[in-house]
């Protein structure tokens, strides 16, 4: 990112991390989230390069109970550091939350419960894989206090779900969801991802048509990113699978967006539907510039213009909170410049979309061009993705900012 100052610090300067003033001031009055990031998977997903590890790959190291006893720790460095502002949102999320059962995630909500507490109609979202949940699991997260569950289904389609390594029958998702909705949780999404390779047109109507279904008010549907060093990137170098094609990603998108709104589900960010007032308060907050803190390894923070961000590794976060350090592997001060360059960014994926008013008169410009080609609209006083432009958001926020 242009001009961040970024620094990877050493276990000295972790002791030391400190938030200034100019970053703490206003903390409490600005929605304040917490993300805990959860490291753990059975197995490993093909596509995934979320930092998560199966049993195999840790093996004495780290287990989920020395994670958990470094996130009490890390949960009480939080609290004293920003004054233990009331929390509006919670997301727990992996790898692969569900695996530490409902009673270990009641578990983690104690935890931020006691080290900082909710504020009154707080968001708790927790993500879970269709396989590792039941109604007992979902009875003791509404008990327990959690509001909302995110499930990982990817698609209905069995051959699909193969190339992708998932491990659930295609219709565990649906069972799953109906299971959430029927231990009364209201708010349920499910995430899908489209243009694996093998999925045909039919494959994906078979998905909508079962997310359809399950009667969830969420809806998160990614494009099927082949990251560096997954298996599913071997396989694609080696020719053994062909790499997602640019034309049906767009036509899976639109496919998708049409179907979503038809049942009432509109898209509120690029690749997010919600109905009414279902949208996820959590992301909202990441995408309008929020604080959050975000604890568990690898997990990444924001606070008053501060960025930083954990060790990856679970021995090496439980040893430094055992320590008495903060587990922290790099932080950087955002600039002016970055504010405005993130703003734009992530602003613009949003249906409420990109304030005129913080464009300077060059981006204006580029803007009203972007508006000739089709690409943005303007409603009042914001710019708005169209239809397409949507299909092409990157390229719209690169054109802005040139
Ligand atoms: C990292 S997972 C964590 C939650 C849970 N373990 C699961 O698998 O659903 C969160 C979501 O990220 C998305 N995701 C992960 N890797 C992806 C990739 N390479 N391309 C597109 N979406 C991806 C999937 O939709 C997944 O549901
Ligand atoms: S996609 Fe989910 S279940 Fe699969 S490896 Fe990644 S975090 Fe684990």
Redesign the pocket.
Known sequence: MNGTSSTTVGRDEAAAFALPERALAGVGSRPFGIYVHVPF?AT??GY?D?N?YTAGELGTSASPQSWMEGLRRELDFAAQMTGAPAVDTVFVG???PSLLGGDGLADVLGAIRSSFGLADGAEVTTES?PESTSPAFFDRLRAGGFTRISL?MQSAAQHVLKVLDRTHTPGRAVAAALEARAAGFEHVNLDLIYGTPGERDEDLDLSLDAVLSAGVDHVSAYALIVEDGTALARKVRRGELPAPDDDVLASRYERIDARLAEAGLTWYEVSNWARDDAACRHNLGYWDGGDWWGAGPGAHSHVGGVRWWNVKHPARYADQLAAGSLPVGGSEQLTAEDVHVERVMLTARLRTGLPVSELDAAEQRAAEEVVADGLLMREDDHLVLTARGRLLADAVVRTVLR
């Open positions: 998977c490993r997903c995934c979320f998560t992996g790898g692969t894989n990982g």
